[in-house]
């Protein structure tokens, strides 16, 4: 690990749980003396966060290729504004979606080269690569159960073919690196919390983070 912190991304479909586990990690880490950033993709920082609104604002209707370069721009600039000083600084930084995110929507969701994702990318974070992933996946019809009663972004508009395809990225992407875990997200919160903190518990950099 080139780094002396800890990386850790919660990847999912939209409605997942991802904010709220991401949350309870942050509270146990901090707990055991580990300072932890707590941080979320598009966004994080100032600028990113701008393009974030443009991107999730249901008004506007994006090309795929905009789209791609649009987060991949947000994402240099969270990366290095915010991830690699934090983890120089020897934190963890929990991050809600990273670069798997953009393989599963805009590669497998929207059609585009899964070559050309990979490269941007590998340009957009000059090859960082998280400690462990947390891929969470649910059944489609508790997306829209979850949905009721909360206003939908320009994606989480997308139809219910949208989301198998993204779905079926996620697994693929999930299955071809060693980093990464399948969560089951249709189970209870603290189902779901204790499994997260086995798992992290038993990373090397979290016994070397922390303080006795």
Known sequence: MPEKGLFIVFEGPDRAGKTTQARKLA???????????????????????????????????????AELLLYEAARAQHTQQLVRPALAAGKAVLSERYTMSTVAYQGYGRGLDLKLVNRLNKAATGGLRPDLTLVFLMPDKRFSQRSLHIAADRLELEGARFRRKVRAGYRRAAAGDARAVVINADRSIEAISAEIITLVSALKAVKRMVKT
């Open 27 to 65: 509270a146990y880490l901090q707990s055991r003396g580990i300072e932890t950033v707590h941080t979320r993709e598009p966004g994080g920082t100032p600028f990113a966060e701008a393009i974030r609104s443009i991107l999730l604002d249901p008004c506007h209707k994006v090309a795929p290729s």
